[in-house]
């Protein structure tokens, strides 16, 4: 054989070339790095807090959890709890590009509502594909279609994967798709839907496939029936732990570590203390120690992967501001409820039903201001009105600074809201004066700032009403279904008969009941006028009005679908217009911001409510307190003195006792 034929013979070996081709061809594939397709390939805007590459050195816990999505990790179901803005939308978009790329496959990206998943496309994906050539290579130019409702899609120029982006409100519209892969952003906001569940119907999507990925993220809310509570409780239960910078023990960074010792005087000393060495850890040491933490599960039998993480791990955040935001929230129950949810990544444990109604009554008749007075520290004056079929109950309240108010008054207008005698009544209202404590004397020289009423039943009629003021002075409420509605939020239209749409000026207003009733009932707990987030009664309030304020509790109910929700109920022969009427007060302080009073604006308006009341008193007659802002402060005068105050009216006839005693005036 020449030199040049043994120089081939390889060639002619038919089973040494298909052992080699069969090694390359069927040699599986390494399993999908997310971490590292992410350091490769994504890039932020200027749009994001950490422009420029993706650095997995910044939050190193998030190796770990992007491992546990990689289809090669048998759990099905990863759960990510934790604080807001700690980089949790930047997992699931990396989840997202890199099962486009690395795993291509059908993906569904659900988000609570149709418009929080249109706003995510615009605010957080066309921006990464943007500042992502390899999604855009993979993508082709920017594009997406309309489908039914709001969805969202994202197909491969290969058709080998695509996403679809919905509501999981969208219903029908989603209802014929299915995933391998899915992510459920924002859990803890879904709805039960009358069809079912959301999240039930949600993992349906990937019930077909045997090796799906679900990934549920979520900051908490209530913890009574909050779903990534819940989720992440049937999981691993991981926490991050980091080695003390001193003694180099394991540990994780607990709230209540820095909380036991916070300097509320000195905010920016706040720190950790080891609790092998009981050295200082200190921010500074941040860094250091989350480069060399682990994570360490509670629950490691779990078939499910779940992981908790907060502020004071996220660089975003600095231990000083956590401390700050701690020391302003404390004491107010809705302000805690926030902290803990935003910033702790807790869910809020608030009671359930209010205290007996009669430690209130009997804390009120010791202890309460004089009835229709604003006490002071009552800096925003306003009112809630609730609409029955032959009267209509208004409840006047004052709110302070650090979450306290008082109930100053109550009273019980004949007649429907549909008739004269009903709305020349409330008309009074607006122009009616009260005294006030500011200034040391009493005169009657404060107005109304806003009445909220409600506008849920007779609609159309509390409409004529209202309309005929401005929207600064009066504003119609309703309470939303949602349990995790938010306390206010406008309601720009409605329909008409015929389906159009209808324009509310802005007038109208859904109010996140549930969630205020929660913090009202804890408020309505503390004892001690000085606390923040105190509730004060005048004297003089009959038993029925403490009854009905404390008439609800929240209990389950199993729906016929199986699935328990928590709802609100009372007592079926109990009244609650009290409760209602006090929800709906708080939601008109809300709109006067009440929630934003900073001390600054709280010393402002006493100044001009006590130079206020010198002046009447100087001048001895009854000019009215003209404020320089309509929001924040005490409304505006009406160019006619106003009547003098309406004699108490009776309640109807079957509606109980008057709620209010005579006024010497």
């Known amino acids: 054989m020449s030199d040049v034929a043994a120089d081939f013979r390889p060639l002619a070996n038919l089973d040494w070339l298909f052992a080699t081709v069969a090694q390359k061809v069927l040699e599986p594939p390494a399993p999908p790095d997310y971490s590292a397709w992410a350091h490769e390939y994504v890039r932020f805007g200027e749009e994001s807090p950490f422009p420029g590459r993706y650095d997995p050195r910044r939050m190193p816990q998030f ?32 989840f997202v590009g890199g099962s486009l790329d690395l795993d291509p496959c059908q993906v569904i990206y659900y988000h609570p509502t149709e418009s929080n998943a249109t706003e995510w496309v615009r605010t957080k994906w066309k921006p990464m594909i943007r500042n992502t050539p390899r999604l855009r290579e993979l993508l082709g130019e920017e594009r997406s279609r309309s489908g039914q409702q709001s969805i969202l899609y994202y197909e491969r120029q290969d058709g080998r994967g695509a996403l679809t982006v919905a509501g999981s409100n969208s219903g029908p519209a989603v209802s014929m798709k299915s995933a391998r892969v899915q992510i459920q952003d924002d859990l803890s906001k879904w709805e039960v839907l009358k ?13 077909a496939f045997l090796f799906a990925k679900i990934f549920k993220v979520s900051t908490p809310l ?28 394991m540990q994780e960074l607990v709230w209540e570590n820095m909380l036991a010792g916070l300097d509320e005087a000195d905010p920016d000393d706040a720190h950790f203390t080891c609790v092998a060495c009981d050295e200082r850890i200190e921010e500074r ?12 599960a509670n629950n490691p039998g779990a078939a499910d992967l779940s992981f908790y993480i907060w502020a004071a791990y996220s660089p975003s955040q600095s231990w000083a501001n956590i401390a700050r935001a701690w020391i302003k929230a404390k004491g107010n129950p809705a302000a805690e409820m926030v902290f803990l949810n935003d910033t702790i990544g807790r869910a809020y444990k608030g009671v359930g039903e209010s205290p007996p109604w009669e430690a209130l009554r009997d804390r009120a008749k010791e202890f309460g201001h004089k009835l229709g007075v604003i006490p002071h520290g009552g800096l925003i004056f306003v009112a809630g009105a609730d609409c029955q079929k032959d009267h209509v109950e208004v409840q006047f309240q004052a709110f302070g600074r650090d979450g306290r108010r008082w109930v100053v008054e109550y009273r019980v207008i004949p007649g429907h809201i549909s008739t004269d005698a009903c709305r020349t009544k409330l008309d009074e209202l607006l122009l009616e004066t009260w005294p006030d404590e500011h ?31 401005p929207e600064t002075r009066v504003i119609m409420v309703r309470g939303a279904r949602s349990e995790t509605a938010p306390p206010l939020a406008a309601t720009q239209t409605d329909k008409k008969p015929d389906g159009k749409p209808r324009k509310r000026q802005k007038r ?3 109010v996140g009941v549930s969630g205020l009733k929660t913090t009202l009932y804890t408020a309505l707990a503390k004892d001690d006028p000085q606390e923040r987030g105190f509730v004060g009664f005048p004297q003089g309030l009959e038993d029925e009005y403490f009854q009905e304020l404390c008439s609800e509790r929240r209990t389950p109910k199993k729906r016929a679908d199986g699935f328990t929700v928590y709802v609100w109920t009372k007592p079926e022969a109990q009244d609650n217009e009290a409760l209602d009427t006090a929800i709906y007060a708080e939601a008109a302080a809300i709109r006067c911001g009440w929630r934003a009073l900073t001390d600054k604006a709280a010393d402002e308006i006493e100044a001009r409510l006590a130079a206020a009341g010198a002046e009447i ?21 009406p160019e006619t003195p106003a009547p003098p105050p309406a004699s108490p009216q009776p309640r109807p006839a079957g509606r109980g006792r008057v709620l209010r005693s005579s006024l010497a005036r």
Request: charged share 25%.
């Open 439 to 469: 200034g040391g004397e009493r005169v009657p020289h404060r107005k109304l700032q806003m009445l909220a009423i409600d506008g849920n039943a007779w609609t159309r009629d509390v409409e004529d009403w209202a309309k005929k003021h």
């Open 195 to 207: 069809a079912g569940d959301s999240e039930t119907g949600a993992d349906s999507r990937s019930m």
């Open 63 to 94: 190796k770990r959890i992007l491992e546990g999505l990689s289809p090669d990790h048998p759990a099905r179901i990863v759960t990510l709890m934790g604080s807001a803005q700690i980089g949790k939308s930047v997992i699931c978009q990396v």
């Open 617 to 637: 008193r100087n001048a001895a007659h009854p000019d009215l307190f003209e404020p320089s802002r309509p929001i924040v402060a005490a409304a505006p005068a």
């Open 508 to 510: 109208f207003y859904n």
């Open 285 to 296: 040491h941040r860094n250091q120690m989350i480069a060399s933490g682990d994570w360490v």
């Open 222 to 249: 209530l913890e009574h029936n909050c779903r990534i509570t819940r989720n992440y409780k049937a999981g691993t239960q991981e926490h991050y732990h980091v080695p003390c910078p001193h003694c180099g023990v």
